[in-house]
Nanobody
Framework: QVQLVESGGGLVQAGGSLRLSCAAS????????MGWYRQAPGKQRELVAY???????NYADSVKGRFTISRDNAKNTVYLQMNSLQPADTAVYYC???????????????WGQGTQVTVSS
């Protein structure tokens, strides 16, 4: 099992920035990628970004150029730097961990409890 603990959510005005952090513990050897999903009220959960252990990244089109995902392998921690936030970014953000396969893409197996991000206009 992998345990994920998130931090860094909150309330910010449009145009502002937030940084989310997620620390992983447990059976870290069983995963090779971590990422973030989000779920807005009344909408399906969607992928925001993921990063492999080797540092390859992938972003949703809606956040490209504004969000940056990074990781510290020594600390088993992944970060999501969110800039130029918009009200449409308001959602619960979920850290996740899993495996990336060239043929199948990223598949999360473990989830954090979620952290609320609210962007006011």
């Amino acid at each position: 099992q992998v345990q994920l603990v998130e931090s860094g959510g909150g309330l910010v005005q449009a145009g502002g920035s937030l940084r989310l952090s997620c620390a992983a513990s447990g059976s870290i050897f069983s995963i090779n990628a971590m990422g973030w999903y989000r779920q807005a009220p009344g909408k399906q959960r969607e992928l925001v970004a993921y990063i492999t252990k080797g540092g390859s990244t992938n972003y949703a089109d809606s956040v490209k150029g504004r969000f940056t995902i990074s990781r510290d392998n020594a600390k088993n921690t992944v970060y999501l730097q969110m800039n130029s936030l918009q009200p449409a970014d308001t959602a619960v953000y979920y850290c996740n961990a899993g495996n990336y396969y060239i043929t199948a893409g990223y598949g999360p197996n473990y989830w954090g409890q979620g952290t609320q991000v609210t962007v006011s206009s």
